[in-house]
């Protein structure tokens, strides 16, 4: 028995398309008006690419859940820059954490690197600097393309929040954002930047943010379990 998918029409959409998450949820888009009652037979005869689309995901998830849990992490995974980093761990007498970027992403942490209290500190400031260099050119970027200014930004670790942007244009970006798939990067500072035109989540602010990203209910829905894909060691 085939897994339970849910439907979206679409104005946008000319013929039916099967969408597969991160998560392995089955998503079947359908241009406005289709005859639904047609869907289980079309998700039937493609069942063996879902089934193998959702086995690859699940492998994946179970690789990459194994660098999420516990601390001292051999590999931190930064799906925005679809890159993996080995991160090697190596004592001296040194009395404080230096971090040593190598060749093919890889992290060495040098110094007393048995007290993970100071390891993690260290790596959580690695990853703002990360996040800085590429969090902050790419909302130039986007904000040239959609004309939306704004007036600074900042990148940090809060807990709760991707993004927020003040009364006063300022946007603050959170650098676990780099755990988070391109296009949910893209979706946080698209969303940002239309509350330096709408303070607020109005129908007018919504529709803003549907000119610059028309995908943003599924985005908005995936992005609700997108603490799910930072690891342990960031909280």
Known sequence: MSKPYSIRES???????????????LEVVIPAGFDRTTIP??????????????????????????SLTGPFPQRIELAALNQIWQVDYCPTSIPVIMPSVYPHQQLRLLGPVENWGLCQAELKRWLIKTAKRQLIPLLSTLSEETGLAYAGVSVRSPKTRWGSCSAKHRINLNSKLLFLRPALVRYVLVHELCHTIHFNHSAAFWSLVGQFEPDYLALRQELKAGHYRVPQWME
């Open 11 to 25: 104005k946008r959409a000319k013929y039916v398309s099967l969408k597969v998450s991160s998560g392995g949820a």
């Open 41 to 66: 037979k079309i998700v039937a005869t493609k069942q063996d690419w879902i089934n193998r689309v959702q086995q690859k995901l699940a492998q994946q998830q179970s690789e990459r859940d194994e």
